[in-house]
């Protein structure tokens, strides 16, 4: 069982800029449109767990579901979701150890986590085994961050780095327990 972060920040720990927006996350010289590893890793996680806020964000691109995995939205506001996303995605709310035993008990042990807020979440219960951040050589300066407060340190050992597009650097790190 593993909890992962799979997420792409700038240089100064944002995951989207002032404006909510992601350009500066897409617009990378990718000729021949690489995913940058973005399959690979899908192949290996069972399900997505992301926050309301990321949820909507989805929604509003402009391109197919990006997911083939069943997507958990935690959310303790929204009642249903739309109907087009009905077979996709579930509603779920409550405590984050008990969510990601239930979703164990179902069969989806690895558990892709995706959203600031919902990051932070479970960072600060200590509920992240695997982090796996694509950093982008921008500095937004304000926007919406990756990381927040922790009652305490929590260290992760380097496993490895990647680059591609000769400008990202994906970098992989494992809980430290
Ligand atoms: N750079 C990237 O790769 C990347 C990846 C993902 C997202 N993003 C960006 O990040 C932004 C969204 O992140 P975000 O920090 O605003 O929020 P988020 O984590 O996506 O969503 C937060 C919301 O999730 C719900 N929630 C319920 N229980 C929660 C819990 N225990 N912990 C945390 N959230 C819980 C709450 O919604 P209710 O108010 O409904 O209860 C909360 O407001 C968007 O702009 C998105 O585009 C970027």
Known sequence: MANIVYI???????????????????????PEGSDLGFADFM???DAIIMGRNTFETIQGFDCEWPYNKPVFVLSNTLKEVPKVFS??????????????????????????IDGGKTIQSFLQQD??????????????GSGTPLFGELN????????????????????????QR
């Open 127 to 140: 509920l992240i085994d695997e982090l796996i951040i694509t950093t982008i050589p921008t500095i937004l």
């Open 43 to 45: 192949a290996r996680v």
């Open 87 to 112: 077979d996709k995605v579930s509603l779920v709310r409550g405590e984050l150890t008990d969510i990601a035993e239930q979703l164990a008990q179902q069969g989806f042990k690895n558990l892709y």
């Open 152 to 175: 305490e340190p929590l260290k992760f050992r380097h496993v490895n780095a990647v680059r591609y597009l000769d400008c990202v650097v994906k970098n992989y790190y494992v809980r």
């Open 8 to 30: 792409g920040a700038s240089l100064d720990g944002f995951i989207a800029d002032k404006n909510n927006c992601l350009d500066w996350l897409h617009d990378l010289p990718n």
